[in-house]
């Protein structure tokens, strides 16, 4: 979902700039070629991780369901968990015109983010919440769980209406968090056998995990080099424009999506339902995996290098001082993040998301200014 935009936000995000494209001669082009290519294959690996931690969760669901427990449910939360990270550090691939949130430009298919990654979350619109018992798609007998159902309703009429997704799955995993100091409560009876609603319930989970599977299998095999295939698109554009859009993704990620929409909002209405991993409370981790994401894409793996290897050194040296001081911030975040958010303006837990919310928005800039110096178009955007 997408809320109200802070001020700060607009004025630091909604951004672009546009500089001619024009590819540097010499060692120079070749440098840009080479980061552009490194940029594939990061993008595949990343994503196949993803696809493996998803194999992981299937695997724990189905245990659970199986034989339902607190042993196996609190396995299937780890198992969530674990592959929630594994999406996370791909998130930096967003927002540059990619097969993950943008148009396939051979098939005209809409990328699956919105399937994948939706927030928040009407809780109430798909399964039981404190003083309803009775709401949601999950109890209402007269709409059939299948396939076909979950896809149809999801953000039909509200994008917060969300039947699909990371956190449609993690909701039914812990159920509504009602406390600013832990996770929610869901009980492991609520997936037994013999009733009919638990019945829906079980099928639900079992569909949800399923279909985000082949959301994410889909777009790691977008960046899988074979005839069709968005790579083939990416690698086939001037090494400029791809440069230029590879870049827009961790400079909209850092500055939009985790500086305003994950740290800026949550901290000016103090809302836990603004927090993104709210059930969970693995918000905090979802911000340091973000991070992580934008290491991944500017400085690469340690096999291959990233976009900063493109770039001017002394540019490049800003982007990378800014981007260990985030780094750093990010892993000083204690959860539970809710606790964070409804503290006192002084509380230093407060204070370091701040710091770390600016220093992600220095990092946009920097990377906006690195951009114009290789004369690449750089898109600072979001929203949608």
């Known amino acids: 979902m997408r809320v109200a935009r802070l001020a700060l936000s607009l004025a630091a995000c909604a951004v672009t700039c546009s500089y001619a494209a024009a590819a540097t001669p010499g060692r120079a082009n070749e440098a840009v070629a080479s980061a552009v290519r490194g940029h594939a294959q990061l993008a595949q690996r990343a994503y196949r991780d993803a696809v493996a931690g998803l194999h992981e969760l299937e695997a724990e669901v189905q245990e659970f369901l199986a034989e339902p427990s607190r042993t196996s449910l609190e396995a299937a939360r780890a198992a969530w968990i674990q592959c929630r990270d594994a999406y996370g550090r791909t998130e930096a691939f967003r927002f540059s015109g990619g097969p993950i949130d943008d148009i396939h430009p051979l098939t005209g298919v809409q990328g699956p983010e919105g399937r994948i990654n939706a927030w928040p979350i009407d809780e109430a619109y798909l399964d039981y919440v404190a003083g309803e018992p009775k709401s949601g798609l999950i109890s209402d007998r007269k709409v ?85 295939r968005y790579v083939n698109v990416f690698l086939g554009l001037p090494s400029a424009e791809a440069l230029g859009r590879a870049l827009s993704g961790p400079a909209t990620l850092a500055a939009f999506e985790l500086a305003s929409e994950r740290i800026g909002i949550p901290l000016s209405t103090g809302m836990q339902e603004h927090e993104q991993s709210c059930f969970s409370d693995n918000t905090h981790r979802d911000i340091a995996s973000g991070v992580e994401s934008l290491a991944l894409v500017l400085e690469g793996d340690g096999s291959t290098t990233g976009l900063l290897s493109a770039l001017n050194d002394a540019y490049a040296t800003e982007i990378r001082d800014r981007l260990a001081r985030a780094l750093q911030l990010a892993y000083t975040i204690a959860p539970p993040f809710d606790a964070i958010i409804t503290s006192s303006e002084d509380d230093p837990r407060r204070r370091a998301l701040q710091a770390l919310s600016g220093e992600l928005l220095g990092l946009a800039g920097a990377i906006q200014r690195a951009g114009e110096a290789a004369r690449v178009k750089v898109v600072v955007g979001g929203g949608g």
């Open 144 to 228: 059939p769980i299948a396939e076909s159902t979950l896809v149809s309703r999801n953000a039909s009429a509200d994008e917060t209406q969300v039947t699909l997704g990371y956190h449609a799955i993690e909701f039914l995993l812990w159920g509504q968090d009602r406390s600013r100091d832990g996770p929610g409560n869901r009980p492991y009876s609520d997936y037994l056998r013999g009733d009919p609603v638990r019945d829906r319930r079980r099928e639900c989970l079992r569909l949800q995990v399923q279909l985000l599977l082949r959301d994410v299998t889909y777009v790691a095999d977008q960046w899988t080099p074979a005839a069709g």
